[in-house]
């Protein structure tokens, strides 16, 4: 950065639902090196989870969220504005990280990057190495997971975990006809990721035409529930997913522990529950409520199996 430049520098990390990017942003907010950071979150849903759940990791991030959308397509107005913001912020920061959506396409995003008051810092894309494979071939959604691959600049494997070395390096060599973009596996440092210049060299996102056809159109319902829920009940939820949901997850009160924030995720056949917190009458859903729950689907999915599989939570 030049002398007395106050363009700051604009990270953008996307890749599909559920494959671990608010995990990262998260990691690095934990750990920030000194640098004051403001996260942009898209979440998808129509009700905001991650902006909670990102709000956790650090003492006073400036978290902006923008929910219910995404922001390559139909919430780039309020994308626009919002970076407005933090421009009118950007004396009190040293860099922005935006979490797209689980469906948008990173590079439309990245674009942002090269409006005044900021410069590009490199597209990190969040792979899930144990679904990479089958949701590349799936044909509702295999070529919005691929776009999201090819606009990388780093690609981050996430799982990584829970497969083996066969496993992890089959993940790898289906993701290379899709992508040159070296491929980190989860956790990585921070610092790899954020700070990057972008390989492309600069160019690339301005010469690419916005593709006209956007990405596959998913399917979401959010439900704000009234009263705490009985493990069971979740369980037995966890196990009718309907055909369809690849992404779930919400903010809410168990009847075993009221008092407390329980975090539950779905993401393909991955679930948990976790508490995070005390509850504090701030979550999705309002003071009097128990929290709230948002279910998103492959495109074709009819939208009432969603509405009724998130009524069992209300029951
Ligand atoms: N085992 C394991 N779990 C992970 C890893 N990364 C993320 N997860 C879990 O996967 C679930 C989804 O992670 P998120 O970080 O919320 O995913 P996301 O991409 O932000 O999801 P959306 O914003 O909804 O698209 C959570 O339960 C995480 O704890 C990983 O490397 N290993
Ligand atoms: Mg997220
Ligand atoms: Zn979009």
Same mark, same amino acid.
Not at 153 to 178: G, K, S
């Given at each position: 950065?030049?002398?007395?430049?106050?363009?700051?520098?604009? @990270?953008?990390?996307?890749?599909? *639902?559920?494959?671990?990017?608010?995990?990262?942003?998260?990691?690095?907010?934990?750990?920030?090196?000194? !640098?004051?950071?403001?996260?942009?979150?898209?979440?998808?849903?129509?009700?905001?989870?991650?902006?909670?759940?990102?709000?956790?990791?650090?003492?006073?991030?400036?978290? *902006?969220?923008?929910?219910?959308?995404?922001?390559?397509?139909?919430?780039?107005?309020?994308? &626009?504005?919002?970076?407005?913001?933090?421009?009118?912020?950007?004396?009190?920061?040293?860099?922005?990280?935006?979490?797209?959506?689980?469906?948008?396409?990173?590079?439309?995003?990245?674009? $942002?990057?090269?409006?005044?008051?900021?410069?590009?810092?490199?597209?990190?894309?969040?792979?899930?190495?144990?679904?990479?494979?089958?949701?590349?071939?799936?044909?509702?959604?295999?070529? @919005?997971?691929?776009?999201?691959?090819?606009?990388?600049?780093?690609? *981050?494997?996430?799982?990584?975990?829970?497969?083996?070395?066969?496993?992890?390096? &089959?993940?790898?060599?289906?993701?290379?006809?899709?992508?040159?973009?070296? @491929?980190?596996?989860?956790? +990585?440092?921070? +610092? *790899?990721?954020?700070?990057?210049?972008?390989?492309?060299?600069?160019?690339?996102?301005?010469?690419?035409?916005?593709?006209?056809?956007?990405?596959?159109?998913?399917?979401?319902?959010? =439900?704000?529930?009234?009263?705490?829920?009985?493990?069971? @009940?979740?369980?037995?939820?966890? !196990?009718? =997913?309907?055909?369809?949901?690849?992404? +779930?997850?919400?903010?809410?009160?168990?009847?075993?522990?009221?008092?407390? =924030?329980?975090?539950?995720?779905?993401?393909?056949?991955?679930?948990?529950?976790?508490?995070?917190? &005390? $509850?504090?009458?701030?979550?999705?859903?309002?003071?009097?409520?128990?929290?709230?729950?948002?279910?998103?689907?492959?495109?074709?999915?009819? =939208?009432?199996?969603?509405?009724? $599989?998130?009524?069992?939570?209300?029951?």
């Amino acid at each position: 950065m030049t002398a007395g430049s106050t363009r700051l520098p604009l @990270t953008v990390v996307g890749g599909y *639902l559920g494959a671990g990017k608010t995990t990262l942003v998260n990691r690095l907010l934990a750990d920030p090196r000194g !640098q004051r950071i403001a996260v942009l979150v898209n979440d998808f849903g129509e009700i905001g989870i991650d902006e909670v759940l990102i709000g956790e990791a650090a003492d006073d991030p400036s978290i *902006l969220s923008l929910a219910n959308g995404c922001v390559c397509c139909s919430l780039a107005e309020g994308f &626009a504005k919002t970076l407005g913001k933090v421009r009118g912020m950007a004396h009190r920061l040293d860099r922005v990280v935006v979490e797209v959506s689980g469906v948008g396409e990173p590079a439309k995003v990245a674009r $942002w990057s090269r409006t005044p008051g900021f410069s590009p810092d490199g597209v990190v894309v969040v792979v899930d190495g144990s679904r990479i494979g089958e949701q590349l071939e799936d044909r509702r959604i295999g070529e @919005t997971v691929a776009a999201q691959v090819a606009d990388a600049d780093l690609l *981050l494997l996430t799982r990584a975990d829970l497969l083996d070395d066969e496993a992890l390096a &089959a993940a790898e060599a289906v993701l290379q006809p899709h992508s040159s973009a070296p @491929t980190l596996r989860a956790p +990585a440092d921070p +610092a *790899l990721l954020f700070g990057l210049e972008p390989v492309a060299g600069g160019s690339d996102a301005d010469e690419h035409e916005p593709r006209d056809s956007a990405h596959a159109e998913h399917v979401s319902c959010s =439900r704000v529930l009234r009263e705490p829920i009985h493990r069971d @009940t979740l369980d037995l939820w966890f !196990q009718v =997913r309907p055909r369809g949901v690849v992404r +779930a997850k919400g903010i809410l009160r168990m009847d075993g522990s009221p008092d407390m =924030r329980s975090v539950v995720q779905v993401a393909g056949n991955h679930t948990s529950v976790t508490t995070s917190g &005390a $509850w504090s009458g701030d979550e999705p859903g309002g003071e009097a409520g128990a929290g709230a729950v948002v279910a998103i689907a492959m495109p074709g999915t009819p =939208r009432a199996a969603l509405v009724k $599989w998130l009524g069992m939570l209300d029951s």
